[in-house]
């Protein structure tokens, strides 16, 4: 495996051995959420995920339609 | 003497009632003020040119929807001392935790652009060249969070929101009819009836009206003034007077445009500032200094709202309170985002246009995930306690949030596709 500092040089790699090792600790100390989800709650979120994924079709459909010329 | 007495204990409760509050006043006066930005300030200037003083009334409506909005994230920044980034990492774990935060930083960003498109072009209006403006104003933004004090800070940003109030002499200086205002502004009506370009304004004043950054803002600026649960009051009636302010200013600039470029087609607050200093040079100045003035507020708020956010995250010192040396990443984060969006409005032909209409499809994305999250927080007793929302709160936040969602999600469908509504 090619250590990120042979591609970047030691200065850069070290930083993003550091950034990501920090996103590492960031995920591991919210990892498990600390709110009790009501029935409500939890439908609001399952809402919020139908929701982002009908705008990310949205949004793939409208540059289908601008890569083939459309509106 | 016992009128005297009297009057002189009501005046010395009136006064120390003022300072009280012009102690804890801040962070919803700013936030609400900041909300006219240069974005909001051409939509209302478009709105006001288009259809005249006929949709004041629901400019009115809009009042309270910010307030009742805004008012949850000082109960929330109060009570758990964290921003709102950090609450929804830590309530809703990391997934949510980096979506929010990563689509906030780029809406932030992409709005940036727009606060320095619309700097640029007011002061355009005066001779001064897009790039004196961008260095001057990032040096300015740089020297207000710098002095190492919140209260600095605030109190500066203040001076910059009466500012915004420079429409209220431009609008008195023309002498508008206020029978007109009235007759056509307060009666609830639709000018032309309710058909597809009526219905995209109204979409784009909500719009304006509720922005993601608003939520982050006001709840990372709650504790970084280090306000308690007994502020509360005092936070909610900041952010009840800076709602009446945001509406005051909007209608005061739909009158301007509506009484001097009523049917015309406007695109954007500096164009309409062009056109009315052809036709009175002073009322044309105050509009540019106003829209200057809006840009600088947005722009100032956005990059300090993304500061916020990244360091509460990342673990940095957070706090305009700290020295650039104690909090060097906060005030570096704060310096990228400003110079990056800076630098787009000096790149020749750059897609400006574009950048403003994504802005407002990429907010879509971010809008209802703020805000269900900011409704779930409100309701958790072991987060929020005696604070927590009360059944009143819930109808009204409720309402409120599902029509904000409905709407702006047809808002940024119609961004997308605008011959969809006819």
């Known amino acids: 495996m090619v250590a990120i500092e042979s591609i970047f040089g030691e200065r850069i790699g070290s930083t993003i051995h550091e950034l990501t090792g920090t996103i590492t600790r960031i995920n591991k100390r919210y990892a498990t959420p600390k709110i009790k989800l009501s029935k409500g709650a939890e439908f609001a979120l399952l809402f919020l995920r139908l929701y982002l994924i009908f705008l990310v079709i949205l949004l793939g459909y409208k540059f289908w339609t601008i890569v083939h010329g459309g509106a | 003497m016992d009128f005297l007495s009297k009057f002189y204990f009501n005046y010395s409760r009136i006064i120390k009632t003022i300072k009280i509050y012009l102690l804890l006043a801040g962070p919803g006066l700013i936030v609400m003020i900041a909300d006219n930005d240069a974005g909001g300030i051409t939509t209302y200037a478009a709105t006001g040119a288009k259809f005249g003083y006929n949709l004041i ?69 005066f001779g001064v060249s897009p790039i004196i403006t961008v260095v001057i104003v990032i040096f300015v933004m740089l020297g207000i969070v710098m002095s190492g004090r919140y209260w600095t800070w605030e109190k500066i940003t203040m001076a910059f929101c009466l500012v915004n109030l420079i429409y209220i002499p431009a609008a008195i200086i023309i002498h508008p009819s206020v029978s007109d205002i009235l007759r056509a502004g307060i009666i609830p009506n639709f000018p032309g009836g309710f058909n597809g370009e009526l219905f995209f304004f109204l979409m784009a004043n909500i719009g304006t009206t509720i922005a993601p950054w608003m939520i982050f803002f006001q709840q990372s600026a709650v504790v970084d003034k280090q306000m308690k649960e007994k502020d509360i009051p005092w936070g909610k009636f900041d952010t009840f007077i800076g709602a009446i302010f945001t509406v005051i200013v909007a209608i005061f600039v739909i009158v301007v445009t509506g009484t001097l470029l009523y049917g015309m087609n406007i695109e954007s607050a500096a164009q309409a500032a062009q056109v009315i200093m052809g036709v009175h040079p002073l009322v044309g100045t105050l509009v540019a200094i106003g829209l200057f003035d809006a840009g600088f507020l947005g722009a100032i708020c956005i990059a300090l709202t993304n500061s916020w956010a990244f360091g509460e995250v990342f673990g940095w010192a957070h706090s305009l309170n700290y020295k650039v040396k104690e909090a060097f990443w906060f005030y570096v984060y704060y310096f990228i985002g400003l110079i990056t969006a800076g630098a787009v409005v000096l790149i020749p032909n750059a897609p400006l246009i574009l950048i403003t209409l994504f802005v407002q499809v990429v ?36 309402s409120i949030v599902v029509c904000i969602i409905i709407v702006s999600t047809l808002f940024g469908i119609s961004t997308l596709f605008p011959n969809l509504f006819g």
């Open chain 2, 57 to 125: 009334w629901f400019l009115v409506l809009l009042g309270p929807v910010a307030y009742f909005v805004q008012e949850m994230t000082v109960r929330l920044g109060a009570v758990t001392k964290h921003g709102h980034a950090e609450a929804i990492f830590s309530a809703f774990g990391s997934f949510w935790g980096w979506f929010s935060l990563l689509d906030l930083s780029i809406v932030n960003w992409l709005t940036m652009v727009t606060e320095f498109v619309g700097m640029t072009a007011a002061l355009s209006i």
């Open chain 2, 363 to 398: 907010a879509v994305t971010l809008l209802p995930a703020a805000l269900i999250f900011l409704i779930i927080l409100l309701n958790s007793e072991e987060i929020m306690g005696k604070y927590k929302n009360t059944l009143f709160d819930n109808i009204a936040n409720i």
